[in-house]
């Protein structure tokens, strides 16, 4: 109960697909839209057959084949190089690696920018690329007035976040940083408090909102700023609650990463962010920064 | 904790005798429930003689109630008419918006009625209204919100009752205001502990919530390696050097007032109010501007924005293009100085690159950002040419050679007012309009080091 009425922190999702239509909670056959996902109230609730949903389209089909099949095809040949293409030697010896950089317009398209006008709020986020196409902006203005539903409680966030890695016929890839341990970023922020969420590859269906979260606080100034947060300080967060049940990031599996804004303090924003990478910090020795066993302490 | 072993003994006492009625029990009970009574009494100033579980109360009315709050109460109590409870609030704050009034509202609710009818509305209404009197970060006006709860009534006494959410909506209540403790960032302390025990016992919802706020604030509370301080400096000049100290990035860093905040007389008679100009600039930064080509033009970027928790201010940069290679001076190291061959006893190049193995390489293999070197930053009261040249004018008294070196002001197009730093954090609702209007511009053209236009 307390759940549906507070508002929740969602994760990233692109502007405009997020509004899912939604079946009454009735018994409905398997074949029409399952309930998942916000329903943003005043909404109307549409019913969509499963035809209606896909687009049955020649030119998209002609350039879908020629996407996967190509990418079929490197992957047939990339690994005659080595893992994913990088030589062999490459792979077992780096120490660390350069996740996204943003050298070129194609950079960006490989990230998803939203804020909370999903839900109705009035805050407004855009990314581009800096100067000389070496880093990219995400700037824009946060408003935390609540949307005036009668439902959301809290609102203003802004968020951007790395799309899901696909290989061919759009099959899920994942990055395997099993061999860092810490996340190494170059920003330039503005003073503002920034949370990074890292999500990862579940196997149920209840972890799907599962996320791995830790703050990055900015200095502001003219300066870049290399910030290094170590996988182990991520704490489990589940929309945006924070969970009992702790357990550490495991890193054969990262999905996507993501940056928040939420500080409500209301007015422009901005963040520079030159690359993210992860390397090996070899004197960092910590599992896991929080308590796993069951804490609940009789009073 | 003795309040707690206390209330636990007591409590034990009553799982054995519920119903008991006797004067015995009774003061058996009223011996061992003195401790939290006391807190009772304190915080509500009724005299209360201790009851037992399912015993009616005496209490006394001699307390007196303020006249301006009671008036009202009687006639709505004559009319038997619904009382919203953000009027007593808005009654109350038309005297004045404090604390005071605040803890009156509350007392006041809780003399109306031992039983506390109405208290889940009433302590919503509470929450809501806590900024408006300025109390939100007050953990003493929680704890006494919290004490509006008529103690040990929700306290689950089985296991069925445990199982089933006993008495959710209050539970649902008591969680809020932890919530709202919560999202401002104050630590609950133990008076919030016994009271939420005592009120909803030991395994309720709100105790549960109070654990994990125990649990996680203190693992985050000095998470920040850049803190800032609740209470900001309100001077501007102290602000400025504040800020300006926190984004140099090197303890070298000297910090000058070049100008105080005045007001001016000019000639026409009329009073002219000049801003303060504060600089910084690091040794470092002067050797790095002594150096520089006097043929290249130097720029005044700004304003950029800088947020210390709610408050945005803004600071100017002078800096530099960045050098294309073709142009880049290899500096001269004398080897007897510097290098392998250098003094041993005065060595003023250290090779320490000891602490990696041979094989260890931890740089990225991503390019440089080519950027210009920053000379010296500022913070002044007024963002215009006339109040930064003031501030070139300053900077060449250490920096002699910005007299030959030709400046460039790339400053925000139109007039740009920044925000007044003593004016209190704006509602979020409120003057949306001005600020998208005037977003657009500022927005689209913000590029964190400039554009290539120039502007004059």
Redesign the interface.
Known sequence: MAASRTGRLLSARLLGTSTKQLVWPSASPFWSVPRRGYWRPGQPRERKWLWQRINFDFAKGVDGVRKNVGLLKDEFLQRWVGPEGKPLLEHMLEQTRVLWEFRGPESLNQWLVSSDREIGGRSEVYLKLGRNNNTCLLYGTLCSAPPRDGETRYSGYCTMRSEQLRASFDRKKHHDVSSFNTLHLRIRGDGRPWMINIGVENYFHHQRDDIYSYFLYTRGGPYWQDVKIPFSKFFLATRGRIQDDQHCLLLDKMNTIGFTLGDKADGPFQLEIDFIGVCNDPAHTEDFAYEVYKRNPEV | MNT?RILLRSQCVRCLAPFARTTHLQAVLSNGGLAHCSLGLSSTGVQQVHRAFHASSRYDKNQPVPSTLKGSEEDGNKDKSLVAHDDLFERAGKEAKNKATFNKVVEVFNKRDVRRRGHVEFIYAALKKMPEFGVERDITVYNKLLDVFPKEVFVPRNFIQRMFNHY?RQQ?CA??VL?QME?HGIMPNVET?VLL?QIFG?KGHP?RKY??LM??FP??KH????P?PHQLPVDPVDLARF?LT????DMDTRVTVYQMPYTDITETGEEVQEPHIVGIQSPDQQALLAKHNPNKPVFVEGP???????T?VY?Y?L?ADPVPPEEKVEEYMDPELVGPQQSIHYPLWIDMDLQRDM?????????N??EGA?YA?CMAGQGDQVTLARWIAGLQETNPILGRIPTVFRLESGPRELQDLTEPQ?P??AD?EA??SA?PD??ME????G?QRVKQ
């Open positions: 707690a959710p649902e969680v809020e919530e999202n502990k025990v030991p105790v654990q994990r649990y996680w693992k985050f998470a920040n390696p850049f800032v800020s926190r984004i140099a990035n950029y924005p800088l947020w210390l928790r709610r945005c600071y940069v800096k094989g260890d390489d931890f740089s990225f293999n991503v390019d950002v080519e920053i930053m704006r979020p609702g949306m600020e998208h977003e500022h927005v913000e590029q964190q080091l554009g």
